[in-house]
């Protein structure tokens, strides 16, 4: 608390400003001022963590996340309002979200309040790098790991967790245009009883593969399908897919294999209360070519609307869910869902 009170007030007296090309953020590091790093023992608590300056870690060789991917991260944004104040949306949901992927994992983990309080120091710390109102935001980066050395298959005996951030803008070089994906059937992202539902590192490495070969054919992406059956949605590499038909809104039920998206649960519930029927159900491969509309979903895609068997882009309900959170996000309207965080 204290330190989040004294980086408040740093805030004022700080004036210096990053010169860097805001109008042109992709999706990529910039190194900031400083990142947030605590540490635990195994069947111990996190002790207090510190703000260092942004830069190398020293990892052994035999640490867990090295040797044997112990490791889970999360991904959350601040805005900064045009009144200068900055915005962090839903970071309770990102602390709950890596306590179910520690425990699945083996791993300690810090307490909600333990994780929105380091956010909010490490973004306070590095408020100069949050983009000017509407020309992006600050991606916020959580990392867990098990840090300490083990050489036979077990559990690390130290874990660190460590919070970096980095300005970015849209994150498909496509913008807010349609991205172009391509369906993958033989290559998995997740199986029953695996991983697949919460943010493990060794998800993402997963898919790099299947993600190059789509590029290298020039779709944007790749869209898994179930590995039982072959026939079902299950996500993109790095986000959650809806399709839209006949104003009903529909995305694969989180069932193990499916990371549960906080943006994907924040547009099912804006939708709702906009009057639109959301189901979460087996979504065939099929659909897509009946669809109106086919958008993806996650924090730093916000909402992407997917181009599939010629559906045709930008189709009005992915437009309308979108403006509706980002708008919210941003603070240019009011939260009545009290999701965002005045920092
Ligand atoms: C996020 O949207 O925060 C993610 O974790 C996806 C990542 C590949 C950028």
């Known amino acids: 608390m204290e330190l989040v009170q004294k980086l408040s007030n740093a805030r004022d007296v700080q004036k210096e400003l990053v010169d860097i090309d805001w109008d042109n953020l992709g999706f990529s590091l910039t190194p900031t001022d400083y990142m947030y790093v605590m540490k635990c023992c195994r069947g111990e608590h996190f002790s207090d963590g510190e703000l260092r300056r942004f830069g190398n870690i020293e990892l052994s060789p035999s640490s867990g996340v090295l040797n044997y991917g112990q490791g889970l991260y999360e991904g959350l944004k601040a805005y900064r309002k045009k009144d200068g104040n900055i915005l962090l949306f839903r970071p309770e949901e990102n602390a709950m979200r890596i306590q179910r992927g520690a425990d699945r994992m083996c791993m300690p983990c810090p307490p909600v309040q333990q994780f929105v309080e380091a956010v909010k120091a490490t973004v306070l710390a590095n408020h100069r790098w949050i983009p000017p109102a509407g020309k992006g935001s600050l991606y916020i980066r959580p990392l867990l790991m098990g840090s300490g050395a083990v050489l036979g298959l077990a559990p690390a005996p130290e874990y660190t967790f460590l919070i970096y951030v980095s300005p970015v803008g849209n994150y498909f070089k496509e913008g807010l245009a349609p991205i172009n994906l391509l369906v993958e059937a033989e290559i998995h992202r997740a199986t029953p009883g695996g991983t697949g539902g919460i943010k493990c590192i060794g998800n993402y490495a997963a898919v790099l593969k299947a993600q190059a070969a789509a590029k290298a054919k020039d779709f944007t992406d790749v869209l898994y399908l179930d590995s039982i059956r072959k026939k079902y949605l299950e996500e993109v590499s790095s986000c959650n897919v809806f399709v839209v038909k006949d104003n009903v809104i529909s995305t694969p039920a989180v ?8 943006t994907r649960k924040s547009i099912m519930d804006v939708a709702r209360s906009q009057g639109f029927k959301v189901e979460e159900r087996l979504i065939a491969v099929d659909e897509l070519l009946e669809a109106d509309e086919v958008f993806c979903t996650g924090t730093a895609v916000v909402v992407s609307p ?3 068997y010629g559906n045709n882009g930008v189709g009005p ?16 309207t009011e939260d009545t869902m009290g999701w965002t965080l005045e920092l």
Do not use: C, D
């Open 255 to 262: 069932e193990g294999t499916i990371l549960p998206g906080i």
């Open 306 to 308: 997917g181009e599939l």
């Open 317 to 332: 309900v992915s437009q309308q869910v979108y403006s509706t959170l980002i708008n919210l996000q941003m603070g240019l």
